[in-house]
C-alpha cells in the first residue's frame, strides 16, 4: 500500500499569510495527487487534482505542485474560510489512500 | 446542481449488517467509477471501496474485504454498499463520492455526499 504522509499535521497561521502543506507518498505516485478541504461537521471540497490542476471554481490563491513523491499545496493570502483540515489523496493505485490530515488554525 | 444522498445509516448492534444507499442525481451516474469513503469520529478520510461504471470490477480496503460488498444501479442512479459483520472499528460517517481516480476522464471530478452515520455499538 502506499503510505502518504502530511506535514505538519497541524499549522497556526494568520490571516493574510501564505501557508504551505507538504505531502509525501511512500513511493512514487506520478501526479495522480488529489487536495481537499474539510470544514468541521462537512463533506470534504476539492481543490487540486492531478497534483497541480485548480478544481473549477475554486480560488487560484490555492496552488499544487510536485511529481512522484514530493507534493506541496501551498495557500496565499490566508482568509478566515481559509481555516481547516486538508487531505492529500493519491490514485495511483489500490488501495486509495488519504494523508492523516493537516489542520490550519487561527493564531 | 450534483448531488450525491446518502442513506441507511443508523445504529447497529456489533456483528450486525446495515446497507447504505446513495442517490446521485445532476450529473450522468453511470459514467463514473463511485467511491465509498468513511470516517471515523474525530479521525481522518479512509477510502473503503470503488465499483467501476458498469460494476465489472470492485475494490476494497484490506479491513472491509469479505465483510462489505459495493454494488450499484445505474438504471436508478444509485449506489450501495452492503455491510455484514460489523464492528466498533466500522464507527464513521459513510460518504458517497465521485472521487478523482481511475482514469484520466474522471482525475478533474470530485463529488462528496453529506454523509450518513453508522454506529456500531450494544
Known amino acids: 500500500d502506499i503510505q502518504m504522509t502530511q506535514s505538519p499535521s497541524s499549522l497556526s497561521a494568520s490571516v493574510g499569510d501564505r501557508v504551505t502543506i507538504t505531502c509525501r507518498a511512500s513511493?512514487?505516485?506520478?501526479?495522480?495527487l488529489a487536495w481537499f478541504q474539510q470544514k468541521p461537521g462537512k463533506a470534504p471540497k476539492s481543490l487540486i487534482y492531478?497534483?497541480?490542476s485548480l478544481q473549477s471554481g475554486v480560488p487560484s490563491k490555492f496552488s499544487g505542485s510536485g511529481s512522484g513523491t514530493d507534493f506541496t499545496l501551498t495557500i496565499s493570502s490566508l482568509q478566515p474560510e481559509d481555516f481547516a483540515t486538508y487531505y492529500c489523496?493519491?490514485?495511483?493505485?489500490?488501495?486509495?489512500?488519504f494523508g492523516q490530515g493537516t489542520r490550519l488554525e487561527i493564531k | 446542481e450534483v448531488q450525491l444522498v446518502e442513506s441507511g445509516g443508523g445504529l447497529v448492534q456489533p456483528g450486525g449488517s446495515l446497507r447504505l444507499s446513495c442517490a446521485a442525481s445532476?450529473?450522468?451516474?453511470?459514467?463514473?467509477?463511485m467511491s465509498w469513503v468513511r470516517q471515523a469520529p474525530g479521525k481522518g478520510l479512509e477510502w473503503v471501496a470503488n465499483?467501476?461504471?458498469?460494476?465489472?470490477?470492485?475494490y476494497y480496503v484490506d479491513s472491509v474485504k469479505g465483510r462489505f460488498t459495493i454494488s450499484r444501479d445505474n438504471a436508478k442512479n444509485s449506489l450501495f454498499l452492503q455491510m455484514n459483520s460489523l464492528t466498533g472499528e466500522d464507527t464513521a460517517v459513510y460518504y458517497c463520492?465521485?472521487?478523482?481516480?481511475?482514469?484520466?476522464?474522471?482525475?478533474?471530478?470530485?463529488?462528496w455526499g453529506q454523509g450518513t452515520l453508522v454506529t456500531v455499538s450494544s
Open positions: 445532476g450529473f450522468t451516474f453511470s459514467s463514473y467509477w
Open positions: 465499483i467501476k461504471q458498469d460494476g465489472s470490477d470492485k
Open positions: 513511493q512514487g505516485i506520478s501526479n495522480h
Open positions: 463520492a465521485v472521487l478523482p481516480c481511475c482514469s484520466p476522464t474522471q482525475w478533474g471530478v470530485a463529488y
Open positions: 489523496q493519491q490514485y495511483n493505485s489500490y488501495p486509495i489512500t
Open positions: 492531478a497534483a497541480s
